[in-house]
């Protein structure tokens, strides 16, 4: 089983960035996956859910109306379209896979940094 993001780097506030979480050795399409972030020194965050078929999103508050998370099934792979980004924006984001009632898999993660 593999989580590997990439998309990750130095942005300057306001510009735009495209994560992508691609995924291998599972049933992908019968996953829900999450997108969650860590700055240093504090606790892991959600930032965006989206349910196995794509049908529903959720997006914590922070980010509603700046990130979008999707998913191509047939690529199996998940993205994060993040727009105007903040320098507290800044962490490092994680891809998750959940299928209830006890599969649950991590990405090693990718560095998003923003600052002028």
């Known amino acids: 089983v593999q989580l590997v993001e990439s998309g990750g780097g130095l942005v300057q506030p306001g510009e735009s960035l495209r994560l992508s979480c691609a995924a291998s050795?599972?049933?992908?399409?019968?996953?829900?996956m999450r997108w969650y972030r860590q700055a240093q020194g504090k606790e892991r965050e959600l930032v965006a859910t989206?349910?196995?078929?794509?049908?529903?999103?959720t997006y914590a508050d922070s980010v509603k109306g700046r990130f979008t998370i999707s998913r191509d099934n047939a690529k199996n792979t998940v993205y994060l379209q993040m727009k105007d980004l903040k320098p507290e924006d800044t962490a490092a984001y994680y891809c998750y896979a959940r299928r209830l009632p006890f599969n649950a898999y991590w990405g090693q993660g990718t560095q998003v940094t923003v600052s002028s």
């Open positions: 050795g599972f049933t992908f399409s019968s996953y829900d």
């Open positions: 989206i349910t196995s078929a794509g049908g529903s999103t």
